[in-house]
Protein backbone atom coordinates (compact mmCIF):
# COMPACT_ATOMS: atom_id res chain seq x y z
CA UNK A 1 0.00 0.00 0.00
CA UNK A 2 0.71 3.65 -0.60
CA UNK A 3 1.06 5.63 3.25
CA UNK A 4 1.32 8.42 3.96
CA UNK A 5 3.32 8.99 7.51
CA UNK A 6 2.25 12.12 9.74
CA UNK A 7 4.96 12.53 11.17
CA UNK A 8 4.93 15.15 14.66
CA UNK A 9 8.62 15.20 15.46
CA UNK A 10 8.03 12.88 18.25
CA UNK A 11 9.36 9.08 19.31
CA UNK A 12 5.69 7.73 18.26
CA UNK A 13 5.14 8.84 14.80
CA UNK A 14 8.87 8.03 13.84
CA UNK A 15 8.48 4.82 15.15
CA UNK A 16 4.78 3.72 13.67
CA UNK A 17 6.69 5.24 10.05
CA UNK A 18 9.44 2.89 10.69
CA UNK A 19 7.32 -0.05 11.00
CA UNK A 20 4.95 1.19 7.88
CA UNK A 21 8.03 0.79 6.29
CA UNK A 22 9.18 -2.71 7.82
CA UNK A 23 5.66 -3.77 6.79
CA UNK A 24 7.19 -3.25 2.93
CA UNK A 25 4.58 -0.45 2.24
CA UNK A 26 5.99 2.51 0.17
CA UNK A 27 5.91 5.17 2.65
CA UNK A 28 6.03 9.14 2.49
CA UNK A 29 6.54 11.08 5.86
CA UNK A 30 4.47 14.52 6.40
CA UNK A 31 5.12 16.66 8.80
CA UNK A 32 1.91 18.90 9.86
CA UNK A 33 2.63 22.94 9.87
CA UNK A 34 0.00 23.95 12.01
CA UNK A 35 0.36 27.25 13.67
CA UNK A 36 1.24 30.24 11.68
CA UNK A 37 3.89 31.00 14.50
CA UNK A 38 5.47 28.19 14.63
CA UNK A 39 8.59 29.63 16.69
CA UNK A 40 6.69 29.81 19.60
CA UNK A 41 4.81 26.72 20.42
CA UNK A 42 7.52 25.01 21.57
CA UNK A 43 8.43 25.34 25.53
CA UNK A 44 10.50 21.86 27.17
CA UNK A 45 7.63 19.42 26.90
CA UNK A 46 4.83 21.84 26.43
CA UNK A 47 3.19 22.05 22.77
CA UNK A 48 4.31 20.83 19.56
CA UNK A 49 4.24 21.18 15.56
CA UNK A 50 7.58 24.07 16.22
CA UNK A 51 10.16 24.34 13.53
CA UNK A 52 12.32 21.91 16.41
CA UNK A 53 9.48 19.57 15.75
CA UNK A 54 9.66 19.71 12.10
CA UNK A 55 13.50 19.30 11.52
CA UNK A 56 13.12 16.35 14.16
CA UNK A 57 10.29 14.83 12.11
CA UNK A 58 12.96 15.12 8.66
CA UNK A 59 15.69 13.30 10.39
CA UNK A 60 13.79 10.62 11.20
CA UNK A 61 12.73 10.07 7.91
CA UNK A 62 16.25 10.38 6.69
CA UNK A 63 16.96 7.95 9.20
CA UNK A 64 14.36 5.87 7.46
CA UNK A 65 15.11 6.74 3.74
CA UNK A 66 11.47 8.37 3.20
CA UNK A 67 10.54 11.01 1.05
CA UNK A 68 9.83 13.59 3.56
CA UNK A 69 6.92 17.26 3.44
CA UNK A 70 5.68 19.57 5.34
CA UNK A 71 2.49 20.37 4.53
CA UNK A 72 0.95 23.95 5.70
CA UNK A 73 -2.53 22.96 7.40
CA UNK A 74 -2.19 26.19 9.72
CA UNK A 75 -5.45 27.89 8.46
CA UNK A 76 -7.48 25.13 8.86
CA UNK A 77 -6.39 23.69 12.02
CA UNK A 78 -6.66 27.54 13.46
CA UNK A 79 -10.62 27.52 12.19
CA UNK A 80 -11.34 23.99 13.11
CA UNK A 81 -9.44 23.38 16.14
CA UNK A 82 -8.00 26.64 17.65
CA UNK A 83 -11.80 28.94 17.05
CA UNK A 84 -13.83 26.30 17.90
CA UNK A 85 -11.68 25.73 21.16
CA UNK A 86 -12.30 29.28 22.33
CA UNK A 87 -16.29 29.32 21.13
CA UNK A 88 -16.80 26.37 23.03
CA UNK A 89 -15.24 27.94 25.96
CA UNK A 90 -17.37 31.41 25.59
CA UNK A 91 -20.51 29.14 25.42
CA UNK A 92 -19.53 27.41 28.68
CA UNK A 93 -18.36 24.36 27.48
CA UNK A 94 -15.75 22.20 27.80
CA UNK A 95 -13.57 20.74 24.63
CA UNK A 96 -11.34 18.04 23.36
CA UNK A 97 -9.04 20.06 21.24
CA UNK A 98 -6.88 16.62 21.01
CA UNK A 99 -10.22 14.95 19.77
CA UNK A 100 -11.01 17.75 17.22
CA UNK A 101 -7.81 17.64 16.14
CA UNK A 102 -8.19 14.07 15.00
CA UNK A 103 -11.90 14.31 13.37
CA UNK A 104 -10.85 17.29 11.27
CA UNK A 105 -7.48 17.37 10.94
CA UNK A 106 -5.80 14.38 10.72
CA UNK A 107 -8.71 12.28 9.33
CA UNK A 108 -10.30 14.86 7.23
CA UNK A 109 -8.34 17.52 5.90
CA UNK A 110 -5.02 15.08 5.89
CA UNK A 111 -6.55 11.78 4.67
CA UNK A 112 -8.56 14.03 1.74
CA UNK A 113 -5.56 15.00 0.67
CA UNK A 114 -3.82 11.66 1.05
CA UNK A 115 -6.37 9.94 -0.76
CA UNK A 116 -6.44 12.64 -3.39
CA UNK A 117 -2.93 11.51 -4.04
CA UNK A 118 -3.34 8.22 -4.86
CA UNK A 119 -2.20 7.27 -0.63
CA UNK A 120 -4.40 4.30 0.62
CA UNK A 121 -4.04 5.22 3.99
CA UNK A 122 -2.88 7.59 6.79
CA UNK A 123 -0.05 5.89 9.37
CA UNK A 124 -0.21 8.16 12.92
CA UNK A 125 1.46 7.34 16.09
CA UNK A 126 -1.71 6.99 17.87
CA UNK A 127 -2.04 4.37 20.86
CA UNK A 128 -4.87 2.31 19.35
CA UNK A 129 -5.60 -1.23 18.37
CA UNK A 130 -6.98 -1.37 14.60
CA UNK A 131 -7.99 -4.99 13.60
CA UNK A 132 -9.55 -5.68 10.10
CA UNK A 133 -12.67 -7.25 9.17
CA UNK A 134 -13.37 -9.49 6.16
CA UNK A 135 -14.35 -6.90 4.29
CA UNK A 136 -11.45 -4.20 5.07
CA UNK A 137 -13.62 -2.56 7.77
CA UNK A 138 -11.69 -1.40 10.99
CA UNK A 139 -12.60 -2.11 14.09
CA UNK A 140 -11.04 0.18 16.94
CA UNK A 141 -10.03 -1.24 20.22
CA UNK A 142 -8.03 0.15 23.37
CA UNK A 143 -4.09 -0.23 22.94
CA UNK A 144 -1.86 -2.68 24.56
CA UNK A 145 -0.46 0.73 27.08
CA UNK A 146 -3.42 1.39 29.15
CA UNK A 147 -1.94 4.90 30.17
CA UNK A 148 -1.18 5.90 26.55
CA UNK A 149 -4.59 4.36 25.48
CA UNK A 150 -6.16 7.14 22.98
CA UNK A 151 -8.85 5.75 21.76
CA UNK A 152 -11.09 7.82 23.52
CA UNK A 153 -9.75 10.61 21.29
CA UNK A 154 -10.25 8.83 17.99
CA UNK A 155 -13.52 7.60 18.61
CA UNK A 156 -15.28 9.93 16.52
CA UNK A 157 -13.23 8.43 13.57
CA UNK A 158 -16.27 7.16 10.95
CA UNK A 159 -15.64 3.76 8.96
CA UNK A 160 -14.75 5.64 6.21
CA UNK A 161 -11.81 7.05 7.75
CA UNK A 162 -11.21 3.62 9.77
CA UNK A 163 -10.87 1.98 6.39
CA UNK A 164 -8.13 4.20 5.99
CA UNK A 165 -6.08 4.70 8.86
CA UNK A 166 -3.03 2.92 10.67
CA UNK A 167 -1.96 2.47 14.09
CA UNK A 168 0.83 0.59 14.05
CA UNK A 169 1.85 0.97 17.73
CA UNK A 170 -1.50 -0.44 19.64
CA UNK A 171 0.11 -3.63 20.88
CA UNK A 172 3.22 -2.23 22.25
CA UNK A 173 3.67 -0.52 25.34
CA UNK A 174 5.62 3.16 25.39
CA UNK A 175 9.13 1.77 26.75
CA UNK A 176 9.30 -0.69 24.15
CA UNK A 177 8.74 1.93 21.82
CA UNK A 178 11.31 4.31 23.15
CA UNK A 179 13.81 1.19 23.39
CA UNK A 180 13.36 0.29 19.71
CA UNK A 181 13.23 4.49 18.20
CA UNK A 182 17.06 3.69 19.93
CA UNK A 183 17.82 0.48 18.70
CA UNK A 184 16.84 2.10 15.10
CA UNK A 185 19.37 4.75 15.81
CA UNK A 186 16.23 7.77 15.64
CA UNK A 187 17.29 10.54 17.82
CA UNK A 188 14.03 11.36 19.22
CA UNK A 189 14.09 7.89 21.30
CA UNK A 190 14.22 10.28 24.14
CA UNK A 191 12.78 13.49 23.38
CA UNK A 192 10.03 14.33 26.61
CA UNK A 193 5.86 13.77 24.99
CA UNK A 194 4.66 16.65 24.40
CA UNK A 195 1.45 17.78 27.08
CA UNK A 196 -1.22 20.22 27.34
CA UNK A 197 -2.77 21.60 24.50
CA UNK A 198 -0.48 22.43 21.74
CA UNK A 199 -1.36 25.78 21.06
CA UNK A 200 -1.22 27.09 24.49
CA UNK A 201 2.81 26.53 25.23
CA UNK A 202 2.59 28.51 28.33
CA UNK A 203 0.73 26.15 29.53
CA UNK A 204 -2.66 28.98 30.85
CA UNK A 205 -5.71 28.31 29.11
CA UNK A 206 -7.40 30.99 31.31
CA UNK A 207 -4.66 33.56 29.78
CA UNK A 208 -5.26 32.16 26.52
CA UNK A 209 -8.94 32.59 26.44
CA UNK A 210 -8.64 36.31 28.14
CA UNK A 211 -6.43 37.30 25.22
CA UNK A 212 -9.26 35.93 22.37
CA UNK A 213 -12.18 36.96 24.28
CA UNK A 214 -11.53 39.55 26.56
CA UNK A 215 -13.38 40.52 29.98
CA UNK A 216 -16.90 39.15 30.32
CA UNK A 217 -17.48 40.07 34.39
CA UNK A 218 -19.79 37.47 35.79
CA UNK A 219 -21.03 36.20 39.48
CA UNK A 220 -19.83 32.81 41.18
CA UNK A 221 -22.89 31.81 43.16
CA UNK A 222 -23.75 29.17 45.65
CA UNK A 223 -25.59 26.83 43.99
CA UNK A 224 -28.21 25.91 46.75
CA UNK A 225 -28.94 29.25 48.20
CA UNK A 226 -27.80 32.23 45.55
CA UNK A 227 -25.50 34.48 47.25
CA UNK A 228 -22.97 36.02 45.37
CA UNK A 229 -19.41 34.62 46.59
CA UNK A 230 -17.12 35.96 43.95
CA UNK A 231 -16.95 38.25 40.46
CA UNK A 232 -14.80 36.87 37.56
CA UNK A 233 -13.54 38.06 34.44
CA UNK A 234 -15.44 35.62 32.33
CA UNK A 235 -16.88 32.04 32.25
CA UNK A 236 -14.49 31.12 29.93
CA UNK A 237 -12.14 30.65 33.14
CA UNK A 238 -13.88 27.85 34.53
CA UNK A 239 -14.93 23.80 33.97
CA UNK A 240 -17.37 21.49 35.68
CA UNK A 241 -15.46 19.95 38.18
CA UNK A 242 -12.97 22.87 38.97
CA UNK A 243 -11.68 23.43 42.75
CA UNK A 244 -9.36 26.38 42.24
CA UNK A 245 -9.23 29.39 41.45
CA UNK A 246 -12.82 30.08 42.11
CA UNK A 247 -11.56 33.67 43.76
CA UNK A 248 -14.37 32.62 46.31
CA UNK A 249 -12.54 34.48 49.65
CA UNK A 250 -14.77 32.54 52.43
CA UNK A 251 -15.15 28.66 53.00
CA UNK A 252 -18.22 26.61 52.97
CA UNK A 253 -20.11 26.16 55.99
CA UNK A 254 -19.49 23.00 56.60
CA UNK A 255 -15.65 24.34 55.69
CA UNK A 256 -15.36 21.71 52.53
CA UNK A 257 -14.38 22.80 49.51
CA UNK A 258 -16.38 24.40 46.97
CA UNK A 259 -16.36 23.13 42.85
CA UNK A 260 -17.94 24.25 39.79
CA UNK A 261 -21.24 22.54 39.10
CA UNK A 262 -22.24 24.61 36.36
CA UNK A 263 -21.62 27.56 34.08
CA UNK A 264 -24.22 29.72 32.19
CA UNK A 265 -22.63 31.57 30.08
CA UNK A 266 -25.87 34.47 28.79
CA UNK A 267 -25.63 35.47 32.19
CA UNK A 268 -22.07 35.07 33.03
CA UNK A 269 -22.92 33.23 36.03
CA UNK A 270 -20.74 30.28 37.39
CA UNK A 271 -22.27 28.14 40.25
CA UNK A 272 -20.02 26.31 43.01
CA UNK A 273 -21.25 23.88 45.49
CA UNK A 274 -20.18 20.61 47.16
CA UNK A 275 -18.37 17.65 45.64
CA UNK A 276 -21.14 15.10 46.05
CA UNK A 277 -23.46 17.67 43.66
CA UNK A 278 -21.28 16.94 40.77
CA UNK A 279 -21.87 13.37 40.40
CA UNK A 280 -23.87 12.58 37.21
CA UNK A 281 -25.85 9.59 36.75
CA UNK A 282 -27.42 10.45 33.07
CA UNK A 283 -25.68 11.66 30.20
CA UNK A 284 -26.86 13.75 27.09
CA UNK A 285 -25.31 13.63 23.88
CA UNK A 286 -25.45 14.51 20.65
CA UNK A 287 -24.08 14.03 17.44
CA UNK A 288 -23.05 10.36 17.43
CA UNK A 289 -20.61 8.87 15.08
CA UNK A 290 -20.80 4.98 15.06
CA UNK A 291 -17.52 2.81 14.62
CA UNK A 292 -19.69 0.28 12.68
CA UNK A 293 -21.33 2.41 10.89
CA UNK A 294 -24.57 2.62 12.79
CA UNK A 295 -25.76 2.34 16.22
CA UNK A 296 -26.40 -1.08 17.93
CA UNK A 297 -29.90 -1.70 18.13
CA UNK A 298 -32.29 -0.66 20.75
CA UNK A 299 -30.76 -0.45 24.44
CA UNK A 300 -27.49 -1.86 25.02
CA UNK A 301 -24.70 -2.10 27.79
CA UNK A 302 -21.19 -0.80 27.27
CA UNK A 303 -18.46 1.11 29.18
CA UNK A 304 -18.63 4.76 29.14
CA UNK A 305 -15.76 7.08 29.07
CA UNK A 306 -15.64 11.25 29.70
CA UNK A 307 -12.57 11.59 29.80
CA UNK A 308 -9.27 10.64 27.75
CA UNK A 309 -7.83 9.49 30.92
CA UNK A 310 -9.80 7.71 33.63
CA UNK A 311 -13.97 8.63 33.77
CA UNK A 312 -15.02 5.28 33.09
CA UNK A 313 -18.37 3.77 34.40
CA UNK A 314 -20.54 0.36 33.38
CA UNK A 315 -23.45 1.91 31.30
CA UNK A 316 -26.30 1.28 29.89
CA UNK A 317 -26.67 3.54 26.12
CA UNK A 318 -30.10 4.29 24.03
CA UNK A 319 -29.65 5.82 20.92
CA UNK A 320 -32.61 8.54 19.39
CA UNK A 321 -33.29 10.71 16.87
CA UNK A 322 -32.06 13.35 18.90
CA UNK A 323 -29.02 11.82 19.66
CA UNK A 324 -28.02 9.32 22.53
CA UNK A 325 -28.85 8.70 26.18
CA UNK A 326 -26.05 6.86 29.06
CA UNK A 327 -27.78 6.03 32.20
CA UNK A 328 -24.40 5.15 34.47
CA UNK A 329 -25.02 2.46 36.69
CA UNK A 330 -22.34 4.34 39.26
CA UNK A 331 -22.31 8.16 39.42
CA UNK A 332 -19.01 9.76 37.35
CA UNK A 333 -17.96 13.33 38.32
CA UNK A 334 -16.45 16.14 36.57
CA UNK A 335 -19.07 15.32 32.80
CA UNK A 336 -19.12 18.79 31.44
CA UNK A 337 -21.19 19.99 28.11
CA UNK A 338 -18.67 19.50 25.04
CA UNK A 339 -16.86 16.83 26.52
CA UNK A 340 -17.31 13.64 24.60
CA UNK A 341 -18.71 10.28 25.84
CA UNK A 342 -16.69 7.35 24.12
CA UNK A 343 -18.55 4.32 24.26
CA UNK A 344 -16.45 0.48 24.62
CA UNK A 345 -17.80 -2.99 24.30
CA UNK A 346 -15.66 -5.20 26.56
CA UNK A 347 -13.25 -7.45 24.98
CA UNK A 348 -10.44 -9.71 26.16
CA UNK A 349 -8.46 -8.18 23.22
CA UNK A 350 -8.72 -4.64 24.13
CA UNK A 351 -11.88 -3.02 24.70
CA UNK A 352 -14.12 -2.39 21.40
CA UNK A 353 -14.91 1.17 20.68
CA UNK A 354 -18.53 1.50 19.40
CA UNK A 355 -19.14 5.51 19.30
CA UNK A 356 -18.62 8.37 20.36
CA UNK A 357 -20.79 11.81 20.89
CA UNK A 358 -20.33 14.95 22.30
CA UNK A 359 -22.21 15.56 25.72
CA UNK A 360 -24.86 18.53 25.62
CA UNK A 361 -26.29 17.81 29.15
CA UNK A 362 -25.48 15.57 32.80
CA UNK A 363 -27.24 15.16 35.51
Given at each position: MRVLAAMSGGVDSAVAAARAVDAGHDVVGVH???????????????????????????????????????????????????????????????????????????????????????????????????????DGAGELRRAVDGDKDQSYVLAVLTPHQLAHAMFPLGDTPKSQVRAE??????????????????FIPSG????????????????????????????????????????KGLGVAAPAADGRPRYVLGIEPVSGTVRVGPAAALDVRTIEAARPVW????APGGRFRCVAQVRAHGGLADATAEPSAEGLRVELHEPLRGVAPGQAVALYRPDARGDVVLGSATITAAR
Open positions: LALSETPAALRGGSRGCCSKEDAGDARRAADVLDIPFYVWDFAARFTEDVVDDFVSSYAAGQTPNPCLRCNEKIKFAALLDRALGLGFDAVCTGHYAQLTRNDAARRGLRVADKPDSHDICDTRAFLTSKLGTRPGAVVDDSTGEELARHDGVHGFTVGQRGGGR
